[in-house]
């Protein structure tokens, strides 16, 4: 009687074995032992979430001014009509982003938060759009994309990165197109490092729809190392090779990464790195999955920034359309930091951030505006925010953005 004898299934897990009879066709099912575990779950504190989700519109727009209000308004050169205030700017840009109004819907809003005290003037939703393609804005965006991670540095251990893509056009969908290589001139690219535990984002970069995931890795680990230490990252398939391992390594984290299916064995001419993972890998598939399945929660991120702050962007040029997804990333941070407010009991203060995180000399890429220099005054005007009075700190915005 020919057995068949399978006695390890997909994962490299030993199972019960199952066996073909050829009389009489039948087959025999694996017990029920292996599976009686039940799956671990991760049931939601709905007491806190629903205080941070009641609260957040508030609290993001609190956050949002500390965050904003450590920008200084550049020296002004020659005459002519003054330059809007940056940090109003900043803060308009991103609110509208928050709302995902266009610029003309977001304007009575605009005027509430200016009777608020947030900004001192009503922009105009040209003027908002106008900034919108200012090329430093990027450097300022991704420079408050990282201080907004730093109230989260001794939680976050373990990181995971991936790339998706915001459509430039309003009908596009990057699940539909993501295979369509001719059509990625259409979207930006996110590449996007973020924590694990809490999803919020640690770096990113916007490219072209049609760059690669793996040459982003240099920077997403660097712009991370800044403010956190890394143990584990992981990545899926298209950040596999050996250099990617290395440097992954070098960053004194261990790479989660599986390999593709034509790596078959070790090598001598390998890095080191690269042999003891997919030794790992072969011979402890389910642990290494275990660890590698924390890349997840970038998805996680993805999901939520799109659902939320829209899929899509506006602009019609390439420094709008990268900004408007650096705005939806800042606005992605302020809300987890909202959330884990209430849920870990997590402190944010932005004006205990040191003055030298926001020291980074770069200056507007803008041929009309020459060299500034770095203005030494500081604003003293308080302002009272449910029975609390916050300083404005001012730093120089010259100095933002490296």
């Known amino acids: 009687m020919p057995i068949r004898q399978e006695r390890l299934d997909q994962w ?3 199972s019960t074995p199952k066996v073909w009879s050829h009389d009489n066709m039948s087959i025999t099912t694996p017990s029920d032992e292996i599976n009686n575990e039940p799956n671990k779950t991760y049931p939601q504190v709905w007491a806190a979430y629903n ?8 609290l993001f727009l609190e956050l949002l001014h500390e965050l904003t209000s450590q920008i200084l308004q550049p020296k002004r050169n020659g005459a002519g009509c003054p330059k809007a205030n940056l940090s109003d700017m900043v803060f308009s840009c991103c609110l509208k982003q928050y709302l995902d109004f266009s610029s003309r819907r977001s304007e009575s809003d605009m005027q509430m938060v200016m009777q608020l005290g947030y900004i001192n003037r009503t922009p105009h939703f040209n003027t908002i759009l106008k900034y919108l393609n200012e090329p430093v804005m990027k450097k300022v965006l991704m420079k408050l994309i990282e201080i907004s991670a730093i109230p989260l540095k001794e939680i976050e251990s373990d990181f995971a990165m991936d790339a998706s893509g915001f459509s430039t056009v309003m009908y596009g969908n990057w699940l539909a197109k993501r295979l369509i290589f001719n059509e990625h001139k259409t979207f930006k690219k996110a590449h996007v490092m973020c924590g694990v535990k809490t999803n919020i984002i640690t770096h990113i970069e916007v490219t072209d729809g049609y760059s690669s995931d793996r040459g982003q890795v240099q920077a997403l680990l660097d ?3 800044k403010h956190f230490h890394m143990k584990e990252v992981s990545a899926d398939k298209g950040y596999s090779s ?3 391992l290395g440097i992954i390594l070098a960053h004194g ?3 989660f990464v599986p390999f593709i299916g034509n790596v078959k064995k070790t090598s001598e001419n390998r890095l080191p790195i690269w042999n003891i993972m997919f030794r790992f890998f072969r011979d402890n598939k389910e642990e290494f999955m275990r660890h590698y399945h924390k890349r997840s929660n970038i998805e996680s991120v ?9 899929s899509h962007v506006r602009g019609k040029s390439t420094a709008s359309q990268e900004n408007e997804v650096l705005c939806k990333a800042l606005c992605h941070n302020l809300c987890v930091l909202i959330q884990e407010m209430f849920e870990l009991g997590v402190k944010v203060d932005f004006s205990e951030v040191p003055a030298t995180e926001f020291m980074c000399k770069a200056y507007f890429n803008n041929p009309f505006i020459k060299k500034i220099k770095p203005i030494q005054t500081k604003c003293r005007k308080k302002r009272k925010f449910h029975g609390r009075e916050t300083p404005l700190r001012s730093i120089d915005s010259t100095d933002l953005g490296c």
Not at 51 to 58: L, N
Not at 302 to 310: A, E, I
């Open 302 to 310: 993805f999901s939520k920034m799109k659902r939320k702050f829209g």
């Open 242 to 244: 050996e250099k990617n």
């Open 223 to 225: 712009g991370t190392a």
């Open 12 to 14: 490299g897990v030993c």
């Open 253 to 255: 984290a261990i790479p």
């Open 51 to 58: 205080q941070a989700q009641t609260q957040e519109k508030v």
